[in-house]
T-cell receptor, first 113, second 112 residues
């Protein structure tokens, strides 16, 4: 069965600091991996996705993630945090394109000035 | 492309009542998904459709829950005899066959 573990339910950084949100997955087949962001009282917005092409995936708003098969990880990074990045971030996995997504519990990112 | 829309955005009901939510997907998206999200948790998959066919249902979808997509366009999710444990955000998403899922703003259900 597939699963996603997001390490750290809450991450706090200063504006301009590196953002690192951790995601480990479990999948019996090559996975499709996603990062979504959710602002309060809104739906989820896709940041980036991995679909077996390049292992380093670039997304919107300068976010990127690296697929490491040996570590079963798909950590999300951003070189310099902005106040507007404060939100809830979810990592998700599916074993087939266009099927059910399995989400992690989420990580709340706080950004202080 | 106006995005996925959901109606209503908020619903407050009393325990035991039936509620129905509507989702309008992005036009020409043939797959439509329903998820439930409780406070402090990630979304949990409930069911999905390809056109009008319901292809997969989660064990979370009890007998009190039913979803339809009669003409392969909009979808409805009905909860019968609501319970307090049904209080959650209900999210709808749509996609083309193998593409990214795009989410709507959700319907927040509160069962008193």
């Amino acid at each position: 069965a597939q699963s996603v573990t997001q390490l750290g339910s809450h991450v706090s950084v200063s504006e301009g600091a590196l953002v690192l949100l951790r995601c480990n997955y479990s999948s019996s087949v090559p996975p499709y991996l996603f990062w979504y962001v959710q602002y309060p009282n809104q739906g989820l917005q896709l940041l980036l996705k991995y679909t077996s092409a390049a292992t380093l995936v670039k997304g919107i708003n300068d976010f990127e993630a690296e697929f490491k098969k040996s570590e079963t990880s798909f950590h999300l990074t951003k070189p310099s945090a902005h106040m507007s990045d404060a939100a809830e971030y979810f990592c998700a996995v599916s074993n087939e394109a266009g099927t059910a997504l399995i989400f992690g519990k989420g990580t709340t990112l706080s950004v202080s000035s | 492309d106006t995005g996925v829309s959901q109606d209503p955005r908020h619903k407050i009901t009393k325990r035991g009542q039936n509620v129905t939510f509507r989702c309008d997907p992005i036009s020409e998206h043939n797959r439509l998904y329903w998820y439930r999200q409780t406070l402090g948790q990630g979304p949990e998959f409930l069911t999905y459709f390809q056109n009008e066919a319901q292809l997969e249902k989660s064990r979370l979808l009890s007998d009190r829950f039913s979803a339809e997509r009669p003409k392969g366009s909009f979808s409805t999710l009905e909860i019968q005899r609501t319970e307090q444990g049904d209080s959650a955000m209900y999210l709808c998403a749509s996609s083309s066959l193998t593409d990214t899922q795009y989410f709507g703003p959700g319907t927040r259900l509160t069962v008193l």
